[in-house]
């Protein structure tokens, strides 16, 4: 009936080799109308051509991969808020000018194509959806559908139910990450001043199985990675456009919040890990917190959680760790040095890149979301997105804009939107998340004077910093 929607493919199978998939819906075939092509792939085009390009006609639906990567790109040059007022006008438009004995007609063509480009958009970048204008267009466009046909009614209060669903959960989640920020600002070595006795905990007593450890890493890790929005990726490149040059597209630079988050919260963990191994007294008891963290190091490899994986290996590289040679002199670095191996910068970090291809293969392939997860080494895939924006220009000389760069941008986050959606199949436990999440840990100084305290100072250098340490702390 006219009533289905165009099913959409997972996002993994949406962009094939050769840049995107041609196959699921029939393109308009044309070097007019401001868009140019080579072999069937969109290079460039005006921006006024991909708006329209963008809106279904009676006999045209745009590619799912067009869609994502116009709403990924649209946004350096226009706010998605002007988009979203010239699509609804480009569509209003269409029904004004068809024939009024179509009128039935106009609705049962075009509204299911509507209602699933604004499906898609809603799902895909509902945080689009947190300002005011875009919520309005939004309903009276859903309102004029659902007029003109009972059978949408109920297909647009699902979508706009959906929407506010998951704008209140983004809601409630940064509400949290507030509170845990409020409440972890203090320094652990402040806190064992004052109140020794309850501070005595320490990550193994909390959790004394690495497996355990790494899963509720994991868990921690896909609920930040599933709420960084797609756009957030491009909002930090948004500078004025120049052929815009009385404005900047976007007023607010706020945008990019959750993706921030999930930065602080690897700078959080490697700082967590140098805290728990420079806080023992005892040498034999650092070495052995050394150990338990190089096996987590390894379960989290093996679970496909690289972004806690490095994390954990810079934490035990911080100089306040590394110094303490005596300590390391106890630990088995077998295991270690293969860790380091994995993750070794060189060559643009070949080695973890061709794990990180054997993990994304073992999950397109996947049975279980056990073996589904694929955590990327997240500021890495942040640098390559930024030299790939870097390295090409947005507009072609002649003012089109150049599509190509933004089809390679888009495979990118489409992989990691693919990531982004795994359920995490790990039993939580909350005294373990609790710990993780608001632990207070020390500051660079705290830690580098406990591990002076623990391994005397080597060189003048070592023993002047301690001397200012130790006076500054006591003050």
Known sequence: SSGKMPQTPPFAA????????????QTKEDNCGGLCYHDNNLLSGSLEALIQHLVPNVDYYPDRTYIFTFLLSSRLFMHPYELMAKVCHLCVEQQRLSDPGLDKNWTQKIAPKILQLLTEWTETFPYDFRDERMMRNLKELAQRIASGDEMYRKNVQQLLQSLIRKLAAVTQYEEVLAKIDASTSTDRLTLLKTKPQSIQRD?????????????????????????????????????????????????????????????????????????????????KHRARVIEYFIDVARECFNIGNFNSLMAIISGMNMSPVSRLKKTWAKVKTAKFDILEHQMDPSSNFYNYRTALRGATQRSLTAHSNREKIVIPFFSLLIKDIYFLNEGCANRLPNGHINFEKFWELAKQVSEFMAWKQVECPFERDWKILQYLLTVPVFSDDALYLASYESESPENHIEKDRWKTLRFVSEV
């Open 14 to 25: 949406m962009f094939d080799s050769s840049g995107y998939n041609r196959n699921l819906y």
């Open 203 to 283: 990550i193994i007593t909390v959790c004394n199985d690495p497996y355990v450890l790494a899963q509720q890493l994991t868990h921690i890790e896909l609920e930040r990675l599933n709420y960084i929005g797609p756009e957030e990726f491009i909002q930090a490149f948004v500078q004025k456009d120049p052929l815009n040059n009385d404005k900047s597209c976007y007023g607010e630079r706020k945008k990019a919040r959750n993706l921030e988050a999930y930065v602080e919260w690897f700078n959080r963990l490697s700082y967590l890990v140098a805290t728990e191994i420079c806080m023992p007294v005892k040498k």
